[in-house]
Structure formats: C-alpha cells, structure tokens
C-alpha cells in the first residue's frame, strides 16, 4: 500500500489533469419516457426500474420499503404515556435509525390515532398516548410531528402521516377532555358498545372537520404523504355485533328525500370524504402522496377462490372504487395472510388488486410481519416480497406491519436485509404528481492519498431530497444512495485488484424521480 500511495502522489499533477468531465447536461427532463400505449398520467407500462439512463451503467432500484409506526395504545412509539421529551427523541431515533440501517426508505407514522395530535394543533388536543393527560403538551416543549420529519429526512426516508378519519376516542385513551371533539361536537359523536367514540361520517360536520385536519397538517408540515388505514365505519365486533348507531342521520337523510339504500348512503359518505381528502390535498402541495390500506379483501368471491369479511358491506369501505378511480397516489392493501392460504391467498390477492388498478397507481401491499421470527415465517415474508416484485415489476414495494415485528426478530429482519433489501433503494416516481427530473449536478473528484473525494452541489437543492453515486471498479458497476444533506463520498482508488474508472452523480427529487447523471472519468 505505501508503494501505491508513493506512485499515486508521485503522478499526482498528471491525476488531477486527467479527472475531467465527459458527459453532462443541465437541462431538466422527464425521468421517464412516456409509453404511448400507457392511460395519461400512469407509470408506462415499458418502463422498467433497472433501464439505464446512460447505456452501460446501472440504474439504482426503485422499490417502497415502508413500516407502520403505531401511536394508538402505545404500540411502537412512544413506548408509554408520559415519557420525558428526551426519552421520547431517543426512541423515535432509534427507530428511525433501524430502517435506515436496514434499508427502508420510508416510514408511515401515527400521528391522530383518536381526534387528537402528536403535533401543534389548534383544531385537536395534544395526544393522552404522549403525555398522559390529554391535551398537555410535551415538557420540556417540543414538535414531535416535526422532529420525527426532520429526523426521517436526515436519514432520506420519507415521512407519511397516517390518521384514523373517524375514530374519536379509544378505550385505551383513558380520561376524555373538554378539548376533546367527543364533549365540543356530541352531535358528531357515538359511543360503541367496546368503550370508543366514533364520529358518524354521514354527518357533513365529521367531514368537514377531518379534512380541516389533514389540510391543516398538509399546509404546516414538510410531508411526503397522507395515509388512512382500514378503519372507516368501525367493524361490527366494536359495537357487540349490533349494528353502527346512525338512526339519527339515516331517518335525517330519509326526510329530506334520499333515495339511496341505507348500505349504498354510508358507501356514497365514505366515498365523497375520499375524493374530497385526495382533492384537497393535491390543492395544498400536489406532490404531498395519498395513500390508503384498506382491509385486503374488497368482497368475498373477488377473486373467486377468495372467502372472508366483506369491508363493502360491514366497514361500508368501497375500496375498489377508489382505486379505479384514482384517488390515491398509492394503494397498500393489508394482505395479512400466506401465499398459501388457500382462502386468502397473498398473490391470488395481490393479483386481483393489481387487475382493478385501471390508473395505474402504485400498488404497495401490507404485510404481516409479526407472525413470527422463526425460519418458516422469515421465508414467507422473504417470499411475499419476492411474489410482488415478480407480479408488479414497474412499480415495486411493500409496507410492513409493524415495525415491532421487525424490531423484536432478529432473524427476520436478518432475512430480509440479507436478502431482499440486500441494497438500498429509492422510491418509485409519481408521474402524474410530477415527471420533471432534477438537472444534473456539479460534480468534483479530487485525489487525497489512496482514496478519491467525490464532492457536489446542485443549482436548486430545494428540489433535491436523495443522490446516488454510481461508481465503476473494472468493468463492475456499483452505487451508493446518500441523503439530502451529503455533499461528499470517499471511494478508495483501488478494490482489490481493480481499479476505480469512473464516477457517475444523479439527484432524485422529493417525488423519485432521478435525473440525468453528471459523470467523470478517472485516468490513473
């Protein structure tokens, strides 16, 4: 090594001449190239996340790599009520810093599990899951909303919030306050016969109030996406089997000439609240996504093989109509059983869904990850991943629930890095949210001893949210994706016996969309 080092240094001025730059542009361009037989606004059919941009070099992988961070309950985070503010930021770190180090690249937290905030609002109280005491901020004060972004994007993953729409109070939230929407808008509210308040979303007031919520998040916060779970009308076990109390507004509705069935009413309010939250929100910030999980069978028989709860006619959950419709940026159906369970098959699933997305939005399913870390379940949950990369090729990805399961098993998480996430990844682009590629970046490669520095900036930073670095040894391609705030890389000059050749730098923005590559050539 002192040998090499003494020859690098000897040719040191030769080096530095021979660095130069042999391909860039600065222009912005669509990251993608428009099928002409795709539907406007999809993901072209053609296109496949592993096509170079530059003919000979890799592309990175773009797949969603997300887990469910839970508030409600105390599942995942905090780990109880009324943590100090230090204890809280050490957990929150933690988890952030697992799926960094695991490969994740995004993360979907809880932050209104019952019509309460683990943010600043002047619309809900502070959250009883964080405190203790509903409606008390942290002390010593912070955002924990904010931290966890700042943190999440430090680490470039992106941040999703995840909001239950209708849930007022859970049984676990102890102690309601005057604060809470269950004592100012009773005339909003029921109670369940399990101890929870629900807000009836017939009720034009219960729309009119969570969408206020999630522009009120949308337009404060630096999110990357808005997400809502399965839970609408509540199941029916919450109630002891009786039926949702709504006889109020459904005779209410009936007064005023409705015509529609009582079933197809609460539907057509579920429905019109979707299109509403995903209008809005594209209003506030277009590249904000909306996501849903909606419970993984939309009627029993579809696919015919399929049996289990109908969500169409107990949740009033029409989760197929959003998705043919579009309006979500990302669909995450919770298919939480085995590739062969015969009556809810993981791909006969999948594969259904996949035939309804007429929009061609991204389909990112969930997965189950708590069933175990024994080599059975690390293998199932190994193979799911593969299933849907095989079945959805253009768009792929998967979001874990809960990151408790990943967290708790070893050998599963094990499995899967050394496997599936075995290489980082970015995130699929959203064509129809934005399909103008950041320009290419300044790049630099300066020689220090044995190792190169490979620095860059950008004419527009704001519009950059990752980098990848591609670098050749031989004739082996490789890259390494760093975040927002990574301004330099060192790579050594040698890999073995191979030789460092070239070096090539894209920027991807805040909706994956990778631009063109500035690369350098290294003449030793």
Not at 26 to 35: D, Y
Not at 189 to 209: A, C, E, F, I, R
Not at 233 to 239: G, H, L, M, R, T
Not at 291 to 312: H, K, N, T, V
């Amino acid at each position: 090594m002192k040998s090499l080092t003494k020859s690098i240094k000897n040719r040191l001025p030769a080096l530095c001449c021979s660095l130069f730059l042999f391909y860039s542009c600065g222009t912005r361009k669509p990251a993608v190239t428009n099928n002409q037989n795709a539907i406007p606004g999809s993901i072209p059919a053609a296109v496949s996340p592993y096509v170079a941009t530059t003919p000979g070099q890799p592309q990175a992988m773009k797949e969603f790599r997300a887990a469910w961070i839970a508030s409600v309950a105390n599942i995942n985070w905090p780990s109880k009520p009324g943590l100090s503010t230090a204890d809280q930021q050490k957990e929150a770190i933690a988890l952030l810093d697992f799926l960094k180090n695991n490969n994740f690249n995004a993360v979907v937290f809880q932050v209104r599990p019952q019509a309460d905030a683990l943010y600043k609002s002047d619309l809900e109280p502070w959250s009883y899951f964080l405190t203790g005491t509903q409606g008390k901020a942290p002390d010593p004060y912070y955002d924990p909303l904010q931290f966890w972004i700042e943190a999440a994007h430090d680490r470039g993953l992106e941040l999703h919030v995840w909001l239950n729409p209708y849930r007022a109070h859970h049984s676990s939230g102890k102690v309601i306050s005057d604060q809470s929407i269950v004592k100012k808008r009773p005339d909003l509210v029921v109670k369940l016969k399990d101890g929870q308040y629900w807000m009836d979303p017939s009720k034009k007031g219960t729309q009119d109030h969570a969408s206020a919520v999630v522009r009120d998040i949308v337009k404060r916060y630096d999110i990357d996406g808005v997400h809502f779970d399965d839970y609408f009308y509540p199941y029916d076990s919450y109630n002891g089997g009786a039926d949702f109390p709504d006889t109020d507004s459904w005779t209410a509705y009936q007064k005023s000439g409705g015509k529609l069935s009582r079933g197809d009413w609460r539907r057509e309010s579920v429905n019109t609240f979707i299109e509403r939250v995903y209008k809005e929100v594209k209003a506030e910030k277009k590249y904000v996504k909306f996501g849903l999980s909606p419970f993984g069978i939309w009627r029993p028989g579809f696919p015919a093989s399929i049996e289990g709860m109908d969500q169409y006619s107990t949740l009033y959950a029409d989760a197929r109509l959003w998705l043919n419709k579009g309006w979500i940026d990302y669909f995450t159906p919770q298919l939480y059983w085995k590739i062969n369970d015969i009556r809810q098959s993981f791909p006969v699933l999948l594969g259904w869904w996949a035939s309804e997305n007429t929009m061609n939005r991204h389909l990112w399913p969930g997965m189950n990850v708590g069933l175990g870390g024994d080599d059975k379940n690390v293998d199932e949950i190994v193979n799911q991943i593969m299933v849907s990369r095989g079945m959805l090729p253009n768009s792929m990805g998967a979001v874990h629930w809960s990151i408790a399961g990943l967290t708790k098993h070893d050998k599963l998480i094990k499995g899967i890095l050394e496997g599936p996430y075995k290489q980082a990844a970015l995130i699929p682009p959203s064509p129809w949210l934005d399909n103008q590629a950041p320009a290419a970046p300044q790049v630099n490669a300066e020689l220090q001893a044995d190792q190169v520095k490979i620095s860059w900036d950008h004419t527009d930073v704001k519009d950059v949210f990752r980098w990848v670095i591609y670098y050749q040894y031989g004739d082996k391609w490789k890259y390494t994706i760093l975040n927002r705030n990574d301004r330099f890389l060192m790579k050594n000059v040698k890999e073995g016996s191979l030789k460092l050749n070239k070096i090539s730098v894209s920027a991807v923005d805040r909706v994956g969309n990778e631009g063109l590559r500035r690369d350098i050539a290294i003449k030793l």
